[in-house]
């Protein structure tokens, strides 16, 4: 089974396009990431950009609206994830516990939904999303 | 948390630890046997002790250390072994004295080397390929002997004796701690990618019972082919054999119906194929290429799967080049079953009555014999030519010769559905 593993660090809500995590934070994380890799668990992570580089698009009244961030009513946003492949949930949990993340970070752990997870009515109505994912998949 | 749930807990660091830890051991004490069990004590001590204590923060760094004092107990008891008594006991009294950390990071120094070594003696040549199919998914895998029985459909008992007799085999033989060297490193690291295939192809497309596919075995042996690459990461075949199976495993939801049927590759809905799998596996066949491995076995089917990979629908398979791939596969390891694939290969670009000129040829190969994919394939050329009646007789015949139940009931199908066109007037075809 997949899990994502959903990196939110406190104060990134609020850090200034271009926020970057100091060498030292980052030497300690590849070598967590490598860890995972080193396990065969690894298919995946990224870091991304903080907030107040991004956008919402919120949908009140059926009509998209485009806030740029900040946002001032997020308390938690997310700083990277990875995708792992595992066992269990509890192996995900240990790998999450291994993280030498730092006092103001949570990491929120996540299973990905299988195709299979889906009754017959939602898989029929999922066929779509799954082509979406694999044109994606085969254009990047 | 419970104790079930701290059961659980433990199995997951298990998982994670378990190889790193029997490598570790086998290093220090010369026997992989002795290294197991040493293992295994220290999980039931941590089976006894975590459900009250709570897992440590540290759980990899604390089975070493019970192990290890386990290690040098039976060392002290054992007269004979004084010199490395000596030895072991200086080197574990003074990491006692240190902090935990320190420890783990010594044991970090040398777990990469370890695990190689490990990898490499439990696919040793000695053994047959049932013990390194065993053996390496109880080492490296973590697997339980009753997940390995599960997963092989054979006795428990027949498991354990396999991996009991495998460490014997491998005291007796004397079989050295070691990765090999030079000209012996590039026939023994084919052992190794031969059993982690095996693995991967008992669960892809199952010899025997009545599930196709068995997904977890897959699994297993994609996190050892990923754990190989990062120990051996200057070999390319390595990536190949990655490349091949991250591939092939991208299919794997198209691949079975809904009420487990196989779905043949031209058949299945691509929209279905994993693209975070297809993603890796192209990316592990470059590095096997950028590496000078483009013309390795393992390289060049995974080259095949990646033009199946690349097509967006069956129509648009670049067939004359899966031709001229299986054509170089059986340049570099000559085969009937590669000559086979090669003649599906011609029968798609240039028309049926190409491939069964090959297919034909064939039919005298005895290695062939009682392999059921060449009445399958022929049945299927022979069907496209218009041959009905022929090719049902095929199909028969694979349905006879295979193991599998979702495969024979997909081939008696076939031959059913050809009866129906030999069985109808000309004008209706």
């Not at chain 2, 694979?398 to 009866?419: F, I, K, P, V, W």
Request: proline fraction near 5%.
């Amino acid at each position: 089974m997949r899990f994502m593993m959903l990196m939110l660090p406190k104060g990134y809500e609020t850090a200034t396009p271009g926020t970057m995590p100091d060498a030292k934070a980052v030497a300690a994380m590849m070598k967590y990431n490598e860890s995972l890799q080193r396990a065969g668990v690894l298919l995946a992570l990224d870091g991304l950009h903080p907030p107040s580089m991004g956008a919402r698009v919120s949908f009140a009244g059926g009509k998209p609206k485009v806030t740029d961030g900040p946002f001032a009513e997020a308390k938690e946003v997310v700083g990277g994830y990875w995708l792992i492949q595992v066992k269990s949930r509890e192996e995900a949990i240990a790998w999450a516990s291994r993280c030498p993340a730092s006092d103001d970070e949570v990491i929120e752990v996540r299973q990905v939904q299988e195709f299979s997870d889906f009754p017959a009515d939602v898989q029929d109505a999922a066929a779509g999303f799954e082509q979406m994912q694999t044109q994606g998949g085969r254009e990047a | 948390m419970t104790a079930s749930d701290t059961h659980r807990a433990i199995e997951a660091v298990w998982r994670i630890e378990s190889a790193r830890l029997i490598a570790g051991l086998v290093r220090m004490v010369r026997d992989v046997g002795l290294a197991e069990d040493l293992a295994q004590d220290a999980l039931v001590t941590a089976l006894e002790r975590w459900p009250e204590s709570g897992v440590p923060d540290n759980p990899g760094a604390w089975l070493m250390a019970i192990a290890k004092r386990r290690a040098v107990d039976l060392f002290r008891r054992d007269k004979l072994l004084a010199r490395k008594h000596e030895e072991l006991g200086h080197e574990v009294d003074a990491r006692q004295e240190r902090v935990v950390p320190e420890l783990d990071d010594a044991i970090d120094d040398h777990v990469g080397d370890d695990l190689l070594r490990l990898v490499f003696t439990a696919c040793h040549p000695v053994l047959s390929r049932e013990a390194r199919v065993a053996l390496t998914l109880r080492l490296l895998g973590g697997l339980t002997t009753d997940e390995i029985a599960r997963a092989f459909l054979v006795p428990e008992a027949t498991v354990a004796q396999r991996i009991v007799r495998a460490k014997r085999t491998l005291a007796e033989a004397r079989v050295p701690f070691e990765v090999p060297r030079g000209a012996e490193l590039a026939a023994r690291l084919s052992s190794v990618l031969e059993v982690i295939y095996l693995v991967f192809n008992e669960g892809y497309a199952a010899t025997a019972g009545d599930d196709w596919v068995r997904p977890a075995l897959c699994e297993d042996a994609l996190r050892l082919g990923r754990i190989l690459a990062e120990l051996a990461p200057e070999e390319p075949e390595v990536h190949g054999l990655v490349a091949l199976m991250e591939i092939q495993a991208s299919r794997m939801r198209a691949r079975v119906g809904p009420s487990g049927e196989p779905i043949l590759l031209l058949d299945q809905d691509r929209a279905r194929w994993d693209h975070v799998l297809v993603r890796r596996g192209l990316a592990a066949l470059a590095r096997a290429e950028a590496l000078g491995g483009a013309y390795g076995p393992y390289a060049l089917q995974a080259a095949i799967a990646a033009c199946h990979a690349r097509a967006r629908t069956a129509a648009e398979t670049e067939w004359a080049r899966i031709a001229a791939l299986y054509g170089a596969l059986g340049q570099v390891s000559p085969s009937p079953v590669v000559e086979l694939n090669r003649g599906v290969a011609l029968g798609m670009a240039f028309g049926p009555a190409a491939g069964l000129e090959l297919v034909d040829a064939l039919r005298s190969e005895p290695a062939l014999a009682g392999y059921h994919l060449l009445p399958t394939v022929r049945g299927d050329l022979l069907a496209k030519l218009g041959r009905a009646s022929e090719a049902r007789a095929e199909f028969e015949r694979a349905a006879s010769l295979t193991r599998n139940g979702r495969e024979r009931q997909l081939l008696l199908d076939r031959a059913a559905a050809c009866a129906r066109e030999a069985a109808a007037p000309a004008e209706s075809r």
